[in-house]
């Protein structure tokens, strides 16, 4: 009998590419999410305001800071949602394992991770744009020359945050898959926790630990180490999810 | 080479067992029809041959490998069912490409000329489709697949009598211009007889035979007659059924265990002896006794 044989590699590539027209919705909700981002972020994200004698000054700062908290929103939101049966299953109408079909997802929220930020950080001229447009008080902009170099070391920070958040979601997404119950239980831990640390003076400070590193190779490394674990986790747990269909 | 081959295969969900030390070997191509009541097995079975499921214990191979998560498995197999998963995002004619760029012995101009055939609508979308015209499309990607081994399970629900009949000669057809391994679920055995070549029957997650159509057409007999005469032929015989149709006329269905000399005797006798189709013979050979004329029946000697 002549029996075909793939390359696993072969298989995530055309996995990957399958997923680019089946995944298509997460581009839209991409786009409604930071359109939205960009509408709040036109009342400005901080205002300053001193006075003396005689005169005051008031500034408004306006950044795209809700672009980018809202795309986070949306990495960890698509990655879990790609979790549910109905997205993890699509694979298997075709050729696929469960290696396979999760790197290819993997591979996957990387993609859209990158291209989520960069338009969250494109915004930022958008922004600056539509601010112009409509507001009559002076501008002084803030840039920093508009050099490519910062703006792609920008992106590639926002990238490693998305991408974090997107694995976070999506290991969580496949514990959930393990046992419902794991709905509730996650946020129990993950709220206890926060209190815990809060309440008792853990010495466990996670935020400082990843987004308060002052070497940015540092935190590039802890982001995508961090992201590998998770994929890893997430992977554990799909190695065993059946196909109930 | 056995293509399929299975040594005391159970499946447990939760508690309740829906395979039980299931042993069964299949070959190369075969056109083999899996038949069973509904809750037999059948669809559970089927979803550990493609990989999807994880046997509880036992060992499952299907062309010498484990199926759950074999990448050659999923690449030389495919598994076929009315609750095929595709994105709602691609039309027919999409996926159908999909297919192509999938599968390396896939079958793209057959596919397009099914697909005319039946007249599917290429701009739709898999979830808009009426319920028979799912089942067509899914059964033209496992037609033109052309994997090793193919598995449909149940492929002809909700397909009207007319495109089950074309679903037959496709399969045929296909089966007999590149032989392979085709498993097929189905109620309508009755239907799928003449192009089946074995079967292999379950039942309460059981094996309960497997044999080549012919055998299984002579495997049961029908004799009827009057009871007292029929009641020196079925003396410690297993009796499937046993239908009352007359005063004391009677019918029973029984394995086929006589010679020919005794059915001659019989006749003389005069027992009515008839043959039992296939299909009947996997019905007889798993309803509960009796029947459901059995539940209806209220008098007191039951």
Known sequence: MYLTEVKTSDIIGKQFRYKFKSYIGVFSSLVIIQLLGLLFSLSGSRFSSSSAVGYQVDVQYYTVDIVMIFTIFWGFMSAMLLTTKAYREDDFAFITNRFSSNLSTIAFLAVISLIGSLTAVLSGFLLKVVVYLVESEPLLSLNRGGIASTYSLEILGAFVVVFLFATLGYAAGMIIQLHRLFIVVLPAIFLGGSVWVATFDVPIDLFHFYFQEANFLLFLLKMVGTAGVLCAVAMLIANRLEVKR | MDVIKCEDVTKTYRR????????????????????????????????????????????????????????????????????????????????????????????????????????????????DLSKGMQSTFNMIIGL???????????????????????????????????????????????????????????????????????????????????KDVLERWIQGKEVLLTKETGHDDQSVILKNSFSAE?????????????????????????????????????????
């Open chain 2, 16 to 127: 309740r067992k829906a395979l039980d030390q299931v042993s069964f070997s299949i070959g190369e191509n075969k056109l083999v029809g899996l038949v069973g009541r509904n809750g037999a097995g059948k669809t559970t079975l089927m979803k550990v041959l493609a990989g999807m499921l994880r046997e509880s214990s036992g060992r499952v191979e299907v062309f010498s490998r484990r199926p759950f998560n074999d990448l050659t498995v999923s690449a030389n197999s495919i598994f076929i069912d009315d609750e095929m998963n595709f994105p709602p995002t691609m039309t027919l004619v999409e996926l159908l490409q999909e297919g192509r760029r999938f599968y390396q012995n896939w079958d793209h101009e057959l596919a397009m000329k099914l697909f005319e055939y039946f007249n599917l609508p290429s701009k739709a979308r898999h979830q």
């Open chain 2, 144 to 226: 033109c697949a052309r994997c090793p081994l193919t598995i449909f399970d149940e492929p002809t629900t909700g397909m009207d009598s007319v495109v089950r009949q074309d679903f037959y000669r496709a399969l045929l057809k296909d089966y007999l211009a590149h032989p392979r391994t085709i498993l097929v679920s189905t109620h309508y055995l009755n239907e799928m007889e003449e192009i089946l070549e074995e079967v292999v029957l379950l039942d309460k997650g059981q094996l309960v035979l497997q044999m080549p159509i012919d055998e299984l057409n002579e495997f049961t007999i029908r004799l009827s007659g009057k």
């Open chain 2, 262 to 302: 005794e059915r001659q005797e019989m006749k003389r006798s005069g027992v009515h002896v008839s043959s039992v189709s296939a299909s009947d013979a996997c019905i007889y050979a798993t309803s509960p006794k009796g029947g459901v004329d059995h539940v209806f029946d209220r008098s007191e000697d039951k």
